[in-house]
């Protein structure tokens, strides 16, 4: 039961990470001023009322982690405990890394200059929430409660957009399996 469940993650998180990396890998960078927390996206504050009052970021330990955030202030501020992968990126020129926290993992792209920005993050286990208070294992209807109506459903993931994040919600039998923040650029 354990194996089946991790591969169900892994073959969740693969699928959004595979989906991620096509629909941002011809991207446009844009000249931005980053600070740890803030979204770095200039058109963020473009949409629409109900998602300027929402900021769909991970919060871990008083670090806001959003898609497409510099990677390296991320890092100095989260610590050193992590474990580290990196391979040849098949999107970008450059190399794709994941930083793999206990109970979170961050994954990387490059952009033209070599600099690395916040891909998606991913809850991997229940030991961690979103700021909303959602858990791996919550009930379709708790995802709701927290998320409201406005979503995509497809092929039982719940896809909640606001500006150029994409916070996607996992279910298999209602239950939540996984919990992902993906970095959508729209302007491809």
Do not use: W
């Not at 040849?88 to 794709?96: K, M």
């Not at 039998?173 to 302007?187: E, F, H, K, L, P």
Request: aromatic letters at 10%; one cysteine or more.
């Amino acid at each position: 039961m354990i194996k089946k469940n991790l591969k169900l993650r892994f073959f969740a998180t693969a699928i959004v990470l595979a989906v991620c990396i096509t629909t941002s890998g011809c991207a446009k960078e844009q000249e931005r001023t980053v600070t740890i927390g803030e979204s770095n996206s200039p058109s963020d504050s473009d949409s629409d009322s109900e998602a300027s009052d929402k900021t769909l970021a991970f919060v871990h330990n008083n670090v806001k982690i959003t898609p497409n955030d510099l990677v390296d202030p991320l890092i100095t501020a989260l610590g050193s405990d992590y474990t580290y992968y990196e391979s040849p990126s098949c999107a970008y020129i450059g190399l794709d890394k994941c930083y793999v926290y206990k109970g979170f993992s961050i994954y990387t792209y490059p952009d033209d200059n070599a600099v690395d920005h916040v891909l998606q993050i991913v809850l991997t286990d229940d030991t961690l929430s979103t700021p909303e208070g959602l858990i791996v294992g919550d009930t379709v209807e708790k995802v709701i409660e927290l998320y409201g109506n406005d979503y995509t459903e497809s092929d039982g993931s719940y896809a909640y957009t606001h500006g150029k994040t994409t916070l996607m919600i996992i279910m298999k039998n209602d239950r939540v399996i996984s919990i992902q923040y993906c970095y959508a650029d729209s302007n491809q």
